[in-house]
């Protein structure tokens, strides 16, 4: 940390001040380390990743990744996850993924697509708990959101508010708001998808939007898997009223 010293701080005193060239330094120093740069170049994908698959990326060891990634945290360019027993790491925000691009287009670098390891059959679709994963549902949570029926509660939360349009929204489509208001859980929140590393929704309302799409047999359960078959009718469906193409 710099320190400044200026005659008219008060009593001749001294004041902590960081200068905008020592923050960038520092920010640049984070950035510019090749393991890290690696790691970062991969998240730009939008997707989470383990500790273990980006220490992968970024060819070292899982503890000295695990020391990467820790000043990755510090330095605000990646947030943590918590999903179970594992922790994923993304980009901190959108700001960070400008910046990375606007580097990497400097650069000239390539960047790879990401390609899940997922058996095919659960990455369309799948149940997680009594909620829907997989790329269909990640797609119906960013039609949400774009849509503006839902938003984050708070910054820094997976928690999401269901907004006015959102509910007459949903509604029309058959999701049963009541029963889901009524439940004593969290009523709407982002999940970590396993395959498609982005959010699908979970809670009340995730449960009510599955029960909702199994009734109106627009997914079908498949016996003895957690694979979900979106019908012909769903794919229809989704389609005209939510312009998402399965």
């Not at 939007?209 to 769903?234: C, P």
Request: aromatic content about 6%; hydrophobic content about 45%.
């Amino acid at each position: 940390m710099l320190v400044a010293m200026q005659e008219h701080f008060g009593y001749g005193g001294i004041m902590n001040v960081e200068l905008p060239d020592a923050a960038l330094a520092r920010v640049a120093s984070a950035i510019g380390e090749a393991a890290r740069a690696r790691m970062l170049i991969c998240l730009l994908d939008g997707r989470a990743r383990t500790s273990t698959e980006l220490a992968v990326v970024a060819e070292v060891a899982p503890p000295t990744a695990s020391a990467h990634l820790n000043r990755l945290k510090t330095e605000n360019l990646v947030a943590v996850h918590a999903q179970g027993k594992h922790r994923y790491y993304a980009l901190k925000s959108a700001q960070v993924a400008r910046a990375l691009e606007a580097i990497s287009v400097l650069a000239g670098a390539p960047r790879a697509g990401f390609q899940p390891s997922t058996p095919v059959p659960y990455r369309l679709a799948r149940s997680c708990y009594d909620h829907m994963a997989g790329r269909i549902a990640v797609q119906m949570l960013e039609r949400f959101r774009a849509l503006r029926w839902l938003r984050a509660s708070c910054a820094g939360s997976n928690a999401l508010e269901l907004m006015q349009e959102g509910a007459a929204g949903l509604a029309a489509l058959g999701v049963d708001l009541d029963t889901a208001g009524a439940a004593r859980r969290k009523f709407a929140y982002g999940c970590l998808d396993w395959s498609e590393r982005r959010m699908h929704l979970a809670g009340a309302l995730g449960s009510a939007l599955l029960k909702m799409l199994v009734d109106r047999r627009w997914v079908a359960l498949e016996l003895n898997s957690r694979a979900l078959r979106i019908t012909s009718r769903g794919r229809r469906e989704l389609h005209q009223r939510l312009q998402i193409e399965t």
